[in-house]
């Protein structure tokens, strides 16, 4: 799957919900999210824990800038990670825990993420599918950017993964300890 992101830094998380209604976007829900990031050879790989909604794997691939990308992504169970990662193979490096607020104008999914010990954030992504093309994807999310211009701090290059410290091993071996030691 296909999609084209663009995440910024907003200065108002309630300017930010005005601007939605203004642009005719619809408040989906609140989310709770922790994704807790692998060291992959290539992309990046994440579990995503969310109560009351079931864990997903997420592998993507998408180049690092603070302009609006494409990225390649593909959505796993956990049954379907086991058998793609193996069993306790993967060191978790990173977590990044965040609310997330979950708007839709279209096709463009409108993230307001209050992340923890980093932020407030706007993230954009429209899915590129037959209905919507790559071009119509990047006209959508460029009309977002315009209309939120003048909430919106500095674009954030990568994804938040980025932007948080490592786990420190202690930490890391506290929080997910090893297969054969449980």
């Known amino acids: ?26 408040r989906v829900g ?7 990031y692998f060291r992959v050879t290539e992309g990046r790989l994440k579990r ?13 691939r998408r180049p690092d800038g603070p302009v609006a990308r ?30 997330r607020e979950l708007w839709m104008v279209g096709n463009v999914r409108v993230h307001l993420d209050q992340v923890e010990d980093l932020g407030l954030f706007v993230e954009f ?4 599918s037959p209905r919507h093309d790559l071009a119509e994807c990047r006209m ?15 674009a954030i290059a990568g994804s938040y993964e980025s932007l948080v410290s490592e786990l420190p091993d202690d930490e890391r071996d506290r929080r997910f300890p090893s297969p054969e030691l449980t």
């Open 30 to 36: 609140t989310l709770v999210q922790i994704d807790t």
């Open 140 to 154: 959508m999310v460029q009309h977002l950017r315009e209309q939120f211009a003048p909430i919106m701090g500095e």
């Open 125 to 128: 992504e429209a899915v590129v």
């Open 70 to 99: 494409l990225a390649q992504y593909t959505i796993l169970n956990e049954e379907q990670a086991r058998v793609r990662y193996g069993e306790g193979t993967l060191v978790p490096w990173k977590v990044v825990r965040k609310t």
């Open 1 to 26: 799957m296909q999609n084209v992101e663009f995440k910024a830094e907003i200065r108002d998380l309630e300017a930010a919900r005005r601007q939605c209604g203004l642009v005719g976007a619809d």
């Open 48 to 60: 995503r824990e969310s109560p009351g909604h079931p864990v997903e794997w997420i592998f993507y």
